[in-house]
């Protein structure tokens, strides 16, 4: 069984970088103020919000690619690989909820509020947890490849539409890049948001190799116990 | 100045929160996976070997 | 090749529809939804009192009544299908797939607009009755109700094939096609809002609404009509 170092690699590298992020973000980082000069602590979330958010958003991708993948060659492989990436896209997806549900509590006040990134985060995450709900209620093997696969693909296409449908609807989510004068960071926090950023992704693709790994043991298990009882 | 950073204390709570949940998420994650690796490994270890006994009989 | 493909969508098409008019079981048993809502409508809004204005809620109650309702009429043409082995036997023809794709999302399309325009001026007669009227054209109201159930349709058409064949069935259609028809619902209320109230710049807002509505019935339909040859196969 040949072993993939880079998981273990990029587990470390991924941990390193996140435990910096969080030194990072308390000891370096500026703090940032409300407008009356009092010191908006709870910004310090974003550190670690955003790049989860945006982990997950990256992590869909490769569900829809494996999607398209085992669309054109029926290889089981690019099917267990579609839905391992979205174990993970399902684990940022739910961290994202959690870390933004307590900054919401903070700066508006309340757990929850139907504002429309947060409605269009929310639709995302019924929809992930919806292809895990549709492959377990599809018993033959090669149909719930295929209907996951479509599922995958559609959930990707669907997730742009809700992310731009925020910016058009009128919304009281900070949008902190490219929303004109005033947004942006002081260069220091964007290291910081960086490094959390990069080493989230690693952390993610380790995750994402470490469960191919299980996969492909639970396979080989399943194979030599077929060979060994008949 | 203590006007300042009134806002640090009744924050901190939320802000422990997320870190912590992070924090414990990840470390869960990892060790889960890590956690039923080694089991398969010791399993697939066990055929492996019952399978060459049966080889060898 | 072309005249071809034609035939065979009329043929698919016209099978549909001769089956719902001998049997009128799509149409009946989703208008029969849509009624029973609007009574639960009625329950809703029973303490909300003569002078609450219907107009503000309403694009969202009429748009709940079509999205489940939708979601009844879409599982039922598909359970047809697979019971009498007529997907087996499209399949066993020589049609092109995109054909069968068009021709059931077009069908789905027929009934659910038919419902539809049954079932608004029913909800205007119970609700509407002596209150303040629409503020714009009632066109524009068609104008959304055919926009959006492009939409529905041809999103609708290819989940419910999928579900059809898993365990929950409309269950299973619920949890996939809520979540995916999030965009469009939004937009659909918001132009039906703004059809409805009226007021200066509501039809700009109208047709901004609007141009969202055709925007995911041209991608989402896009994607549906590509994947749809690979559903429908396995």
Known sequence: MKRNPLAEIMLVLGGLLTTAAYFMTFFWAPPTAYPDGRVDFAQKIFYFHVPVAEASFLVLIFTAYYGIRFLMTRQRIYDTKAKIATEVALFFVLLTMATGILWTKVEWGVWWQWEPRLTTYFILTLAVIGYFVLRNSTEDEERRAVYASAFGILVFINAPISFFITRWLESIHPIVFGGGKGSGLETTMLVTFIIAQVGMLMLGYAFYQLRLREEEFKERVEALKIEIGG | ?57 | MKSNSWRQFKAILRKDIVMELRTKEMVSSMGLYAILTMVVYQIALAEAGESFDVRLVMPGLIWVAFIFMSMLGLNRSFVHEKDQGCIEALLLSPVDRPVIFFAKATGNLIFLLIVEFLSLPIFSFLFMQGRAGYGNPVWLLAVVLFGASVGIAAVGTLLATMTVNTKGKDVMLAVLFVPLMYPLLRAAVGATFAAVIGGPGSVETFWAFMAWVVGYDAIMGLVAYGLYEFVIGV
């Not at chain 2, 802000?15 to 956690?35: H, Q, R, S």
């Open chain 2, 1 to 57: 100045m203590n006007e300042i950073y009134s806002t640090v204390i009744p924050q901190a709570p939320y802000i422990i929160g997320a870190y912590g949940l992070i924090w414990v998420a990840l470390l869960g994650f990892v060790g889960m996976v890590f956690n039923r690796l080694r089991r398969m490994e010791k399993e697939l270890a066990v055929l492996e070997e019952s399978l060459k006994r049966r080889e060898q009989a």
